[in-house]
Every structure is written in structure tokens, then in C-alpha cells.
């Protein structure tokens, strides 16, 4: 089983950046694809950012490509959602996801994921 906490959202003015991190514990996130999904009111929950392993390419959504990057490290077994220049649109729930190895076609997909964080808001406005 893996336990994930994610912190560090809050309020942030359109321009603004924030870094979200999520801590696992349980086992190690060496073996495992990791995610960043998000859900904001009245709509499905959204890929945003996924990593089958250190050094893989990170995938991003279009809508933040180029604004996000994400990053792991092995030895505070977690994973990071660095934001930048965020816009009102970007404001949700931002839900940090696991599971053993993914195949790149299953990455964009929430349900392909077992382990999940309980989420972190992130209100974009001014």
C-alpha cells in the first residue's frame, strides 16, 4: 500500500506560482508511475502531469505545458508540481496519484491509477 499527502495549495493571484508536493509513504515511489490530476467544481477530474520513473520524460497537458513541470525525489520519496504563471482556470483540486508502472497510454487516465492523495485546493484569483 502507498500513502500520499499532498500540501502547499492556497490562494495565489493570475500570475502567480505555486509548488505542490506530495509525500508518500508505505513503500518507495522508485517502482511506480506518478500523477498530478486535478477537478474543479462541476467537472471531471483532469490529467495534468504523469512520470513513469526518474529520468522518463514527464507528459503534460497542453493546457499547462510550458507553465508546470513536475520532479521526484527518491530520497523524501515524493514528488513535486512546480506552477507557474497560473491562471483562473487552473483553479481546482489538484489530486497526487500512484501506481505500479504504467504503459504510456495509460498514463492520462484516472482510472489506471490505484493509490491517490485526498487532494489540495488551488484558488487562482485576484
Known amino acids: 500500500q502507498v500513502q500520499l499527502v499532498e500540501s502547499g495549495g492556497g490562494p495565489v493571484p493570475p500570475g502567480g506560482s505555486l509548488r505542490l508536493s506530495c509525500k508518500a509513504s508505505?513503500?518507495?515511489?522508485?517502482?511506480?508511475?506518478t500523477a498530478w490530476f486535478r477537478q474543479a467544481p462541476g467537472k471531471e477530474r483532469e490529467f495534468v502531469a504523469a512520470?513513469?520513473?526518474?529520468?522518463?520524460?514527464?507528459y503534460f497537458a497542453d493546457s499547462v505545458k510550458g507553465r508546470f513541470t513536475m520532479s521526484r525525489d527518491s530520497a523524501d520519496n515524493a514528488v513535486y508540481l512546480q506552477m507557474n504563471d497560473l491562471k483562473p482556470e487552473d483553479t481546482a483540486v489538484y489530486y497526487c496519484?500512484?501506481?505500479?508502472?504504467?504503459?504510456?497510454?495509460?498514463?492520462?487516465?484516472?482510472?489506471?491509477?490505484?493509490?491517490w492523495g485526498r487532494g489540495t485546493q488551488v484558488t487562482v484569483s485576484s
Open positions: 508505505g513503500r518507495t515511489l522508485n517502482g511506480y508511475t
Open positions: 496519484t500512484a501506481n505500479s508502472r504504467l504503459i504510456l497510454s495509460a498514463l492520462r487516465l484516472s482510472s489506471m491509477y490505484n493509490y
Open positions: 512520470n513513469r520513473r526518474n529520468g522518463d520524460p514527464t
